[in-house]
């Protein structure tokens, strides 16, 4: 008599655990799917040349501010086609190879470089934008394309550099071994600027270029850098 008295109060009892398993296990995907998606805009901060830093003070990461980019593709006639934003990369086309993203890139020399991959697209410029960074006294940086970022014959890959709309780098990847650094000095007096990066191909192929950039307070500029 007592267990059939007993029985709705254990089903009770029942219901009520699940409902808080079901609850508790929401939670935790929900933490795991939060932290993956943290987890996806973090890249190991590896230098160019192991010394960057010293003595200068960075005011602007261009692959540590990659969520604030405005990431487009333009072609000869001028016309405009946004990338979409998807977790920790812009999607400029179909394949993976075509997308922009932060990353660490491994070149033929062994040298690995923490930088943003930027596709080069058939007939198609690929443009990261900043609009209203804080600036600094020099623009320094490095690029290349990594053996796994390139097809069996590389084809030079362009890029260039723009602030305030005036170009003040532009490079051609002549070489597919490591990466080449550059840096250029900036007017000190202006706090903030645009910055535009903008990368193609004259022949086109499965080429993703792996560059990084910084805005920093220096006194001098870096050895062997290109400017």
């Known amino acids: 008599m007592r267990v059939a008295v007993l029985a709705p109060v254990l089903d009770d009892m029942e219901l009520k655990h699940a409902a808080l398993l079901d ?3 929401g939670i935790l995907l929900a933490l795991l799917c939060v932290g993956a998606l943290l987890l ?13 830093g010293e003595g200068a003070t960075v005011r602007f990461d261009m692959t540590d501010s990659m969520i604030g980019a405005h990431v487009f593709t333009q ?9 979409p934003r998807l977790f920790d990369r812009y999607v400029c086309d179909k394949e993976s190879w075509q997308h922009v993203s932060p990353r660490s890139g491994l070149f033929e020399t ?17 443009v990261l934008s900043f609009d209203d960074i804080p600036s600094g006294v020099r623009l320094r940086g490095y690029y290349g394309v990594p053996a796994v970022g390139q097809s069996r014959k590389p ?11 005036v170009e003040v780098f532009s490079a051609s990847t002549t070489k597919h071994t490591g990466a080449s650094p550059f840096d250029v000095a900036l007017d000190p007096e202006k706090d903030t600027v645009d910055l535009q990066v903008r990368v193609s191909a004259r022949a086109p192929s499965r080429h993703n270029l792996c560059m990084n950039l910084q805005l920093v307070d220096a006194s001098s500029r870096l050895d062997g850098a290109g400017r």
């Open 23 to 25: 609850a508790a296990a």
């Open 40 to 52: 996806s805009w973090w890249t190991p901060v590896w230098h160019p040349e192991g010394k960057e």
């Open 75 to 83: 072609d000869e006639r001028g016309g405009r086609r946004t990338c």
């Open 110 to 126: 062994g040298d690995a470089r923490r930088c943003t991959w930027i596709p080069s697209l058939a007939g198609r410029e690929t």
């Open 155 to 165: 084809k030079p890959v362009d890029m260039s550099v723009r602030v305030d709309g």
